[in-house]
């Protein structure tokens, strides 16, 4: 790319919106433009908005430390500095769903972290190593919003993106059931255990809309583009459990699956160490040159070990075995802030500019 896009980060002062910073630093393609926040930080430099509050191990960048902050009050000034913006503000959904509209009709696009505007209908949810097509979707949505650059373009919840990855290339052979119960860390809540002293050594059996979530958001990933929409897949059918549990980062999910056509374990293991992405093929920065690994060892995958696996965008899985209620159980990993959330978002916005969604002004 000759020149650089501008992209702006709402929510910057935020656990996403510093890894989206720290992301960014050197992208080969984006150059952060101007950084937003709730209006308390409006006005101050992003050194003092995230004073006492930056959460990431990785030191903040020294470029971002004097830029002022624009207030999601004054959100037109910030989108005349940006050709694109990354969202991932902390707000009530109707809030988060009427800001990301504005936006997008101020013909800025929106690449957003929420959930807010993932069952909007014309709005593309994408991973991109699995559903590309449906970022056609946007030809639809800018007819209704009556925009020529502007759209929303959302990423799933990070708890389906360590076990959906797995599933999809076994979808040719008639997933009937998935029951899965996900393993999730403190982050995904935007926390650290310094201002989350009470997780330490806990488990807590509730993580609110997170279960629903699991069950419903795949189904739209697995869709089929339909011109103006997405028609949901019919199957599988899925339950979920969610855990929050005493880990800094990497969302765990234990899996159980029944198909239609059973695959024999060897064809399941060969088809994830061999999984192409079109991501891949396209040369996007940040796709991971291997999207699935499978670990042979039965103690992985861990956190610890395995969540930064292909700098934190790839997806492990291990334990593969024969289930007495399901065809088969396994183990899956990932990075739920760069995977599940920041990086994804950044390869997401990649893939768009690809395929010509997102241009400069």
Known sequence: ????????????????????????????????????ASPRSAGKTYEEA???????????????????????????EYCEQIDFTFCAVDMKKDEIRALEEKIAKLECPVVSNNSANRWTEDVPMVIPEINADHVQLIEAQRKR??????????????????????????????????????????????????????MV?????????????????????????????IELAKNPVISAQCYRVAVQEG??????????NKPSKEEMIEVWKNYESEAVKLGLPSAPKHFLQYIEEDNRP????????????????????????????????SHNTLRGAAGGGVLTAELLVAKGFITAK
Not at 2 to 16: F, N, P
Not at 185 to 198: C, N, Q, R, V
Not at 201 to 229: C, M, Q, R, T
Request: aromatic share 12%.
């Open 1 to 36: 790319m000759e020149q650089k896009l501008r992209v702006g980060i709402i929510g910057a002062t935020g656990y996403v919106g510093q890894r989206f910073i720290t992301l960014l630093a050197d992208h080969p393609w984006f150059e952060i433009a101007a950084l937003c």
């Open 50 to 76: 995230v004073e006492g509050r930056w959460k990431l191990d990785i030191p903040c960048p020294e470029f971002v430390k004097k830029m002022v902050v624009y207030g999601t009050d004054n959100i037109e």
């Open 145 to 198: 919003l009556g925009t020529k650059r502007g759209f929303i373009a959302v990423k799933p919840n990070c708890s389906i993106q360590s076990y959906v990855p797995a599933l999809t290339p076994f979808l040719k052979n008639g997933i009937k059931s998935i029951s899965v119960c996900t393993y999730q860390a403190i982050s995904g809540a935007g926390k650290t255990f310094k201002d989350w002293p009470e």
């Open 201 to 229: 050594g806990n488990v807590i059996p509730y993580i609110g809309g997170e279960e629903e979530k699991s069950e419903k958001e795949p189904l739209k990933v697995w869709g089929e583009f339909a011109g103006d929409h």
């Open 251 to 260: 969302h765990t999910a234990a899996v159980s699956v029944s198909f239609e």
């Open 302 to 333: 861990q956190p610890k070990l395995d969540a930064d696996f292909e700098g934190g965008m790839g997806v492990s899985v291990a334990r593969l075995r024969e289930d007495n209620l399901f065809d088969y159980k396994f183990c899956c990993l």
